[in-house]
């Protein structure tokens, strides 16, 4: 059984290891809840950058569909006059020095897929962190002209103060057994979920929450961006999809539901692909999600194509999302005169 497979099982099944488990996960449990409360108590300070921040995490690790909602949300406060900018971790990026600005043409082993990703997809500036999270934020603020910050991946980071915070969840697998880590997918317990402003549910929204659905676009040709292909047409004849997200199933159901039957071909997230990876034997077209495509653009190939999503959000998200930030600016200007 590969390790994939077990953590599944593991997380989301009903494994027995997990019950033995437990444990480590109250303990994990016990560390985060102590940790918050160092932050609320004042014993332990985080920075404030002077401009508001909005944090975007999920509780349990894995793809929860974070990036096409930070995305989403640079483009919206675009709209509304601000000026956004994106600090994210770089997971995965070699770099020796950090924080590290990021364009669309940065290496992504240097600063990871995701942070290219951003760069390319959003309109603004982004910084990859690494560790420094919070003085990633405030470099951006003093040398750029943003006045909002988007925190991608960093509930946890408690050491960047915030004003918004928004949890991502898998509307389909939800929290798992709600066990933390190493027994369940959890990083902090679930009742953190009640401390957040917005809770977002990727797919199926239960009460309480907003949906988020990801609407893919026509398949981009890696080799050729000018190529574009409506998915429909992938329908016929033989289509690998390669996959290396924190979920991949959600990647080929998306494929499937949308009547294209590929041979699934997954990879643990972050997966940093080489041309091998991408060599089935034969000429058939090869899909893939845009993050992945990112690290595979240097030895992309006629029939390597990728498959961008739109995340999509209610009226009541946005009307929401602005009350809050109003809130939060009219606090700093009491707060700093």
Same mark, same amino acid.
């Given at each position: 059984?590969?390790?994939?497979?077990?953590?599944?099982?593991?997380?989301?099944?009903?494994?027995?290891?997990?019950?033995?488990?437990?444990?480590?996960?109250?303990?994990?449990?016990?560390?985060?809840?102590?940790?918050?409360?160092?932050?609320?108590?004042? @014993?332990?300070?985080?920075?404030?950058?002077?401009?508001?921040? /909005?944090?975007?995490?999920?509780?349990?690790?894995?793809?929860?569909?974070?990036?096409?909602?930070?995305?989403?949300?640079?483009?919206?406060?675009?709209?509304?006059?601000?000026?956004?900018?994106?600090?994210?971790?770089?997971?995965?990026?070699?770099?020796?020095?950090?924080?590290?600005?990021?364009?669309?043409?940065?290496?992504?082993?240097?600063?990871? %897929?995701?942070?290219?990703?951003?760069?390319?997809?959003?309109?603004?500036?982004?910084?990859?962190?690494?560790?420094?999270?919070?003085?990633?934020?405030? #470099? =951006?603020?003093?040398?750029?002209?943003? %006045?909002?910050? @988007?925190?991608?991946?960093?509930?946890?980071?408690?050491?960047?103060?915030? %004003?918004?915070?928004?949890? /991502?969840?898998?509307?389909?697998?939800?929290?798992?057994?709600?066990?933390?880590?190493?027994?369940?997918?959890?990083?902090?317990?679930?009742?953190?979920?009640?401390?957040?402003?917005?809770?977002?549910?990727? +797919?199926?929204?239960?009460?309480?929450?907003?949906? =988020?659905?990801?609407?893919?676009?026509?398949?981009?040709?890696?080799?050729?961006?000018?190529?574009?292909?409506?998915?429909?047409?992938?329908?016929?004849?033989?289509?690998?999809? /390669?996959?290396?997200?924190?979920?991949?199933?959600?990647?080929?159901?998306?494929?499937?539901?949308?009547?294209?039957?590929?041979? #699934?071909?997954?990879?643990?997230?972050?997966?940093?692909?080489?041309?091998?990876?991408? %060599?089935? +034997?034969?000429?058939?077209?090869?899909?893939?999600?845009?993050?992945?495509?990112?690290?595979?653009?240097?030895?992309?190939?006629?029939?390597?194509?990728?498959?961008?999503?739109?995340? #999509?959000?209610?009226?009541?998200?946005?009307?929401?999302?602005?009350?809050?930030?109003?809130?939060?600016?009219?606090?700093?200007?009491?707060?700093?005169?």
């Amino acid at each position: 059984m590969n390790r994939e497979r077990l953590l599944r099982e593991l997380w989301y099944g009903r494994h027995p290891l997990s019950l033995a488990l437990a444990p480590l996960g109250w303990a994990v449990s016990a560390v985060a809840r102590v940790r918050r409360l160092l932050y609320r108590t004042g @014993i332990l300070i985080g920075t404030h950058v002077g401009v508001p921040v /909005v944090v975007v995490g999920n509780l349990a690790v894995g793809g929860t569909g974070k990036t096409p909602l930070v995305v989403w949300l640079a483009g919206f406060l675009a709209s509304r006059g601000w000026r956004p900018g994106i600090v994210c971790r770089g997971y995965g990026g070699n770099a020796t020095r950090w924080p590290q600005p990021v364009r669309a043409d940065s290496d992504p082993a240097e600063v990871g %897929d995701e942070a290219v990703l951003l760069a390319r997809r959003a309109a603004c500036p982004v910084v990859a962190s690494g560790p420094r999270r919070a003085l990633a934020a405030t #470099e =951006m603020v003093r040398h750029t002209d943003c %006045d909002v910050v @988007i925190s991608d991946d960093g509930l946890q980071h408690l050491a960047l103060e915030r %004003d918004v915070e928004i949890a /991502v969840l898998d509307g389909v697998r939800r929290h798992g057994n709600g066990r933390c880590l190493p027994a369940g997918p959890l990083r902090e317990p679930l009742g953190r979920l009640r401390a957040v402003d917005l809770v977002v549910a990727n +797919g199926a929204a239960r009460r309480g929450e907003f949906a =988020m659905t990801l609407v893919p676009g026509p398949a981009i040709n890696l080799a050729q961006p000018s190529r574009r292909r409506p998915l429909a047409e992938f329908s016929s004849g033989t289509v690998h999809a /390669v996959c290396g997200i924190g979920n991949p199933g959600r990647f080929f159901s998306m494929l499937a539901g949308l009547g294209v039957s590929a041979m #699934e071909h997954p990879f643990p997230d972050h997966h940093p692909f080489a041309a091998r990876d991408l %060599d089935f +034997g034969d000429a058939a077209a090869v899909l893939m999600t845009e993050k992945d495509a990112v690290k595979c653009q240097s030895f992309a190939r006629p029939e390597h194509w990728y498959v961008p999503v739109t995340a #999509e959000l209610s009226d009541a998200f946005c009307t929401r999302l602005e009350r809050l930030l109003a809130e939060a600016v009219n606090a700093q200007n009491g707060a700093h005169p």
